[in-house]
């Protein structure tokens, strides 16, 4: 089976493109997938995570596993395959790039029991790339909600195919993007079967979103939501932006302001974005950390 491909940017139109392509290779039989990425001229790095999440479940779906190959990729696209990982896991015969600059987020697939694996990869690599100054610990903080999307994913998708996630620092463009993404069962379903709530999937993401909203407590008695409200907090001082992916729903939050749409078909799973504002010369800290006393 061939298939050609256009532009995967992180936006609306990026995450159709996805779709696209996990709906014309869901019911494939054959044993090779060829992509045509000769019409892609770009491709934002973090976007890799629902890439390589759909082109994961193609070819471990079956056993043995079907063989993928990526055809015409232009130079900047291939530059950031070949610099973040990409290639090597998918088995793709490419020359390594080492990062000498330090500005990718690898690509990793991580097992449903990898979450101290995934905690360590958090912490190795969301230091320096822009990341604006805050004290250690909004640091810590800031790693672990990251790292609570993670967990979530797993308490709640049921995804066979584990976590996937990748990211990229943008000098130039000021930005800091990073996704995580699962093949799970999607936001509206889960909370269609865990409360019996039903809504469409773009209202099924706003409701995920409210702090107030969970489907189920976790272990330790905390809301077992999305992970998100810290992060929504510091993306809306920061003027950065929040993105979600799932089922046929799309949200974005940015510069105070909600946006949703509706994907032609569903996306199998749940992708997350985040786009930290490098740009931004604030310094930030928790609220519990201001000395009401010493605030004028």
């Known amino acids: 089976m061939k298939i050609s491909l256009r532009n995967i940017c992180s936006n609306f139109d990026g ?15 054959d044993v090779e997938l060829g992509i045509d990425m000769s019409s892609v001229g770009w491709m934002d790095a ?70 101290i694996a995934f905690k360590n990869y958090v912490a190795r690599h969301f230091r320096g790339k822009g990341i604006p100054d805050m004290t250690p610990a909004l640091h810590r903080r800031l790693r672990e909600s990251i790292s609570e999307i993670f967990s979530n994913a797993i308490d709640h998708s049921e995804t066979e195919y584990g976590i996937f996630a990748c990211g990229q620092y943008f000098p130039t463009a000021h930005r800091l993007d990073f996704s995580i993404a699962d093949l799970g069962i999607g936001i509206r379903r889960n909370i269609s079967k865990k409360i019996k709530l039903e809504l469409p999937p773009d209202d099924a993401i706003k409701w995920a979103v409210a ?86």
Request: aromatic share 12%; net charge positive; with cysteine.
């Open 46 to 115: 973090n976007m890799c995570a629902p890439f390589g999440a759909v082109l994961h479940e193609f070819r471990f779906k079956y056993n043995p596993p079907r063989k993928i190959t990526l055809a015409g990729l232009q130079s900047r696209v291939k530059n950031i395959l070949q610099k973040n990982g990409f290639f090597k896991n998918f088995g793709f015969h490419a020359v390594i790039i080492p990062d000498i600059y330090e500005t990718t987020i690898e690509y990793q697939h991580f097992d449903n029991g990898d979450a």
């Open 211 to 296: 702090s107030e909203n969970t489907t189920r407590l976790r272990k330790d008695g905390r809301p077992g939501g999305l992970g998100l409200k810290l992060i929504k907090d510091f993306i809306n001082l920061n003027k950065g932006k929040l993105q979600i992916a799932s089922d046929a729903g799309y949200w974005s939050f940015q510069l105070g302001k909600f946006e949703t749409k509706r994907f032609s078909m569903p996306f199998p799973g749940t992708v997350v974005n985040i786009e930290i504002n490098t740009a931004d010369k604030q310094s930030y800290r928790l609220a519990s950390e201001i000395d009401p006393s010493n605030i004028f």
């Open 15 to 29: 995450f159709q493109c996805i779709i696209d392509l996990y709906h014309l290779t869901k019911s494939c039989t």
